[in-house]
Structure formats: C-alpha cells, structure tokens
C-alpha cells in the first residue's frame, strides 16, 4: 500500500534541494501532515506546485533525522540472506511520500549527520550496499508493570494499592467503543451457568428450585473465585454451554446441570477480549506512538493474562490480580458496567461472562416450578444413565426473591449430561540431555 502510495504524488523536481519546499499533501503520514497543516504557512511546493501549508526539505528532514534512527534500520546479514529495500524506499515508506521527496530529504540527512556518525563509530548509517527495514519499535512495559502490581498485591499492599490502581486506570481510561457491548432483551441471547450435581437427589433440588439453585449462593457461603474474593458475590455464566461445562471442570461420571438464562434487560458488558481491536493512526513522528502500541499490543493478550491457568494449590494467592481487577470494574464511576466478558481459562475459544451484584438476581419463567415434584427414573439397561421427571404443580411459594430481575431462566432449556470422556490438548516437552562435562 505504501509503494502504491509513493508512486502516486506528481513530482516535480527542484536542483537546489535545501531550498526546495514540501507541501502537506506531499506527505502521506498523517501525524506529520497534519502538523505541517496547523503550523506552517502555505508556500507554493516544488514538488506538485500547489498552494499549500508547507516546510522546505531542509526542515523536513531534521525531522526525519530522528524518526530515521528510530525506524529504519540495515539488515546486516549475509549477503544472500539480506531482506529489505533500498534506503531511499525506506525514507518514502517512513514519510509516505513520493520518491523524489524522499530523495530530497535523504540527501539533506546524508550532509548533515553522515560524517558525525563515520568519525567516532566507524559505521555509515547511509550506507547503501545494505537493504533496510522500516519498522516502529516497542517493547510491552505494560506487561512488566502488570507482572510488578501483581507481585505487589499479593505480597506487599492488598486492600490500598496504588501501584494497581494506576495501571488499572491506565488500562481502562479511553476505551474503545468496540469494547463495550450491550446483551440485549431479545429472544435470541442466552447466557449459560452449569454446576456439578453430587447425587440424583442434589440433580432433583436444582430442577425443582433452578433459580435459588443457579443464582448467587447466599451471603455466608460464597467462596472465593477466579473474579470474587469470598464473600463478594459475582455470577459466573458462559456464552456456549460447553464453556460453562467445562468451567466447573466435572469428574469422569458426574452429572452437569446446565441452566439457560435470558436477560431482562439490556446488560452493559465490558468485553475483554476485543479490548485491543481497534485502529490508531502509527506514525514515527508522533512522540507518544511508542505508548500507544504498547498499550494496544497489551489490550490484545490483557484477556488471556487473566485467563492463564493457576496451581490449585496456591488459588487464594494467585486469584489476587483477577479478583482486584472484577473488583475494580464492578465499582467503576466512570464504566457503570453490569459485568465483563473474557476468555476461559479451561476451554480454548470459549467465553465467559461475569455478573456483578447488581445484575445476577434470577426469576424463573415458570411459576408452577417453585413447588414442583422431581424423581430420578433408574436406568433400564446397563449402558443407560436414567432420567428426570419433573411435574408441574401449584404455586405456593412467593417469588418476592427476584425483585427487579436481571435475567429469566428458562425451565424448558435445562440441559443435564452425564460426562462420559475427558479430553486434554497439551505440548510436549523432551528434555535435552548433556554429559556432566558439558554443565
């Protein structure tokens, strides 16, 4: 596209480059552009010979000096192996310019800084018998300073940490619009909550109290998790329902539960996983592009840092940064955010979604189902795994639980499986062997 781009302008050449004049519409860099729009007078362009904010070659490339040292380096491999292109091509792709301009400021770059590099470092940076890369570099401090507020919250400052919140508000200011979405109350969306029954009797109970039984469990017996400290409720839900399967991470032989759930209204979700995809205008002139790449190269993988897999041994410990961040996002001024969607940590590609506790409050589609009777049907034959009976019956009990719900379960939408096959996706690791002479 960039070659496409410099091959487009007019040129119209000038014999005295230093004196010549580059316009902004000679430029295709768009941060530099519009520099040259709001800060430079119009000057008729020796290059396209247009009226227009302009700068002369001169100045133009003691602002490219830097970005030039920056971004464009020489491959100096062998030969054979060089990649790259010609360094006046690098100047035009940095610039997005013409060839002419690039040459011009090229040449003026070569007078004023050749000799200066030659003299102490025996290296001409213009040299060309090599081919050239043009590259902006970065390096993800994001990702040190989350590993560093991560290592401080969970040994040094736990409830008033603001090394945390400064990343966090870092992280989450100006977010882009892609990442929020809105699960609205339509007859399509569904969110997904599975719990492991311990017996047919406790499978029964859910079925004849599904919303008490795939709610938020009462104030005294909320333990800690992933995204809640204990005590602090959140409700943990799926967008597939082998997500949510897998989430609870069932033994070979256990019965799952699986409830589906529509919400009521419209849920204002955070989405975790799309938080980097979203466009910014690159540019090697721009002083804070170093900053805006890493934040986005630290957005794209933020959700799989939450997600990565913990030694259940040591869970109270390294739920700390997950638990701060739900934390974070529930009482946000700013986001006002039911909850957030991220990736599972026990199922590639699929999908979780939190509720905070505010929005988890369940109300069941059927009334009848508050007092209803459920029996377990003992298998017939060897390989069959039985079947639950559930009868309708009269409403007894009074639903004033679920004031102002936020989602409906859907009775009829209840899914039970029996896990018959785990499966494990996994890298394998030979270890090297070495004689001791060689430790």
Request: proline share 6%; aromatic share 10%.
């Amino acid at each position: 596209m960039l070659e496409n781009f410099s091959h487009s302008l007019p040129d119209q050449g000038s014999t005295n480059k230093s004196e010549s004049w580059v316009c902004s519409s000679c430029i295709g860099d768009q941060f530099l552009k519009k520099n040259i729009q709001e800060n430079e007078p119009p000057h008729e362009c020796s290059f396209c010979g247009a009226l227009k904010p302009a700068l002369t070659v001169d100045a133009l490339a003691d602002r490219s000096f830097f970005p030039f040292m920056d971004c464009v380096t020489a491959d100096t491999s062998s030969s054979d192996d060089q990649s790259g292109v010609s360094l006046d091509v690098a100047v035009s792709k940095m610039l997005q310019s013409s060839q002419s301009v690039a040459d011009a400021v090229l040449q003026i770059m070569k007078q004023k800084h050749r000799q200066d590099h030659i003299e102490p470092w025996k290296w001409d940076i213009f040299d060309p018998n090599y081919l050239y890369h043009f590259r902006i570099p970065f390096f993800s401090l994001r990702e040190i300073d989350w590993d560093s507020a991560c290592q401080s919250l969970k040994g040094e400052s736990r409830f008033f940490n603001e090394e945390i919140k400064k990343l966090l508000d870092s992280i989450f200011d100006n977010l882009p619009q892609t990442a929020i979405r809105f699960f609205g109350s339509d007859n399509e969306t569904r969110l997904y909550r599975a719990r492991v029954a311990n017996s047919e009797t406790h499978a029964c109970e859910m079925l004849k109290y599904p919303a008490e039984q795939f709610g938020p469990p009462p104030l005294g017996n909320i333990f800690g998790g992933r995204m809640n400290p204990v005590g602090i409720p959140v409700l943990y839900t799926a967008l597939e329902p082998e997500t949510a399967c897998a989430e609870v991470r069932p033994h070979l032989g256990a019965t799952v539960v699986i409830a589906s759930l529509a919400p009521l209204r419209d849920l204002k979700l955070l989405d975790l996983t799309s938080l980097g995809d979203y466009e910014i205008d690159v540019s090697p002139f721009d002083p804070d592009v170093r900053d805006k790449l890493d934040r986005q190269f630290f957005l794209q993988y933020f959700s799989k840092l939450l997600a990565r897999p913990v030694n259940p041994q040591s869970e109270s410990i390294d739920y700390l940064p997950t638990q701060c961040v739900a934390d974070y996002l529930a009482n946000s001024p700013t986001l006002k955010l039911d909850g957030f969607i991220c990736s599972s940590a026990m199922k590639k590609g699929g999908r979780n979604i939190v509720l905070f506790q505010h929005a988890l409050t369940i109300k069941i589609d059927d009334d009848h189902l508050a007092t209803s009777k459920v029996e377990f049907e003992e298998p017939w034959k060897e390989d069959d795994i039985g079947n639950y009976v559930v009868y309708r019956g009269i409403v007894t009990k009074k639903q004033e639980l679920y004031r102002d719900p936020s989602l409906e379960l859907k009775s009829r939408e209840i899914n039970i499986i029996n896990v018959s096959e785990i499966s494990y996706s996994s890298l394998s690791i030979e270890p090297r062997w070495k004689d001791v002479s060689d430790a």
